[in-house]
């Protein structure tokens, strides 16, 4: 049977990993588990949010996978060095990813970072960033109403653009070249995001350099898959299914329509 990418966040956020895993290694089958009866993640505590991590990790251990993708920032700052002592597997996460992604972007030094209240009270991406590069500036702002847009099925709404406004008022007269999007979610949100902070800034997102990772990190344990027909990928979710369904396959689109799917709902 042929090794899983396991990937897992609060909700659909991961999904816009996934996606960039699908485009970027298309023979890999990848499980994907959602929290979402439990998201959001942002407003728990990082014990909390430490132990639903290690619940679904536990549940996706049973499916053998090759590796584990912490395709949620929150779970990544509060869990990422404690899963990774646990499991005998590759365990990444979406921070360092993401700090290098906009370390690479950024001319002027000045960066942003958006994320959940939890991400941004860890200061984890300000350490990753400084760790890479020590003068780098960061202006980082929490954006706790974003997430819900997303997990309602809002993110295309008309409404998606006033809650973007707000959400960024904080940090959109900055000096800054580029803005980290520090919660996998906000991707579902590129185009609201991008037309309130100006052309003048990049939009991060630590999707395509996550993606990179798995891929370099089974290259050199030479794991990468070499099958011929396409992958049968698994979903699972803890909550509403047809919503979870809907937001998937439209965020998804081709990666899961050409094939065969597994839809699963799941109590933990
Ligand atoms: N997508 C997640 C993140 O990257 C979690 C968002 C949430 O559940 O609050 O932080």
New binding site residues.
Partial sequence: MQQAIAIL???V??LTVAKEVMRQLPREKIIYFGDTAR??????TPEEVRVFTEQIVDYLIQYDPKMVVI???????AALDYISSKVSVPVIG?IHPGARAAISATKSGHVGVI??V??ISSGAYTAALKQLSPYVEVRSQAC?QL?QLV?HGLYRSSQSLKVVEESLNGIKDSPIDCLIL?????PFLMEPIQQVMGPGVKLISSADETAREVSTILYDKEQLASNDESPVHQFFCTGDPIMFQRIATEWLGDHITRTPVVWQITKL
Avoid: I, K, M, W
């Fill in positions: 966040d609060s909700g956020g991961g998201a959001p993640y942002g407003p728990r395709a949620c920032n929150t779970a990544t700052a979406v994320g959940t939890g991400t706790p997430v997990e520090g919660c996998t979610h906000y």
